[in-house]
């Protein structure tokens, strides 16, 4: 058995490559979201830039929980590694959209999974994804629990038991549905089937490649934090340069 991975560093043992060029594409969408807020500060709506970026997530998403079982040192060890990275984006992206990102719904899905395990992890996502709209976190996560932990969820048993994962898909898509999740976050729930669809094709391609972007996927946190370095600076030299802010 070879040593644990964490977020930050790729082991070259284990990959799946398919998997590394989806996590790339995702944080090249997250670097056009980013980028769209920072200098247009366009609303989420539909059809618009950033209604289309809404992919991200739901792969993120389900490419985590592919990955979350493991043993839980493993687990800590991970979200030590992401805690940095959380402080890092969030000096820069409460300020503007008074919530936390993305990577503060990672790291609570890890704590979940460090106290309760795979199953607690599964059972929780179905608690929130109940609450809908009525689900708290939406005071302060832009992913909220409710549309972020069954996502994770599906990676999760799509490990296990595709046919469990179809089930689960389903469920959330019934949910988004039946329980009218709001506006925007029913725009990650439409983007939910196509996210699984493209990770269930790439699972099986190990020695899939394109090398920039399996470089940026293999690095996921490093990654992030990078794009989003990238996108607040050229946001910056924007509004300098090109569109004064009033």
Do not use: C
Not at 149 to 165: E, F, M, T
């Amino acid at each position: 058995m070879g040593a644990p991975t964490n977020l930050l560093t790729p082991a070259s043992q284990g990959r799946i490559g398919g998997l590394d060029f989806l996590r790339g594409v995702a944080i090249i969408i997250m670097f056009i979201d980013h980028l769209t807020i920072y200098t247009t500060f366009e609303q989420i709506a539909p059809f618009n830039v950033r209604f289309f970026t809404r992919l991200a997530a739901p792969l993120f998403a389900i490419i985590f929980g592919y990955f979350l079982a493991r043993p839980k040192m493993d687990v800590l060890g991970r979200m030590l590694t992401l805690l940095p990275a959380v402080f890092i984006v969030n000096i820069f992206f409460w300020p503007v959209l008074s919530v936390l990102d993305i990577l503060a719904s990672f790291t609570l899905a890890l704590v979940a999974y460090l106290a309760f395990s795979e199953y607690g992890v599964i059972a929780i996502s179905l608690i929130f994804m109940l609450m809908g709209g009525a689900d708290p976190t939406m005071n302060f996560l832009d992913y909220p629990l409710f549309v972020f932990l069954p996502l994770v969820s599906i990676g999760l048993l799509l490990k296990k038991d595709k046919n469990a994962s179809l089930f689960a898909l389903a469920a959330f898509l019934a949910a988004a549905a039946l329980l009218n999740f709001p506006a925007p976050y029913n725009y990650t729930a439409y983007f939910a089937l196509p996210a699984y669809a493209l990770v269930v094709v790439f699972e099986g391609r190990k020695n899939f490649k394109m090398p920039f972007l399996n470089f940026v996927g293999a690095r996921p946190v490093v990654s992030y934090v990078a794009q989003f370095v990238i996108a607040i600076s050229l946001a910056l030299l924007y509004h300098l340069y090109l569109k004064p802010l009033p």
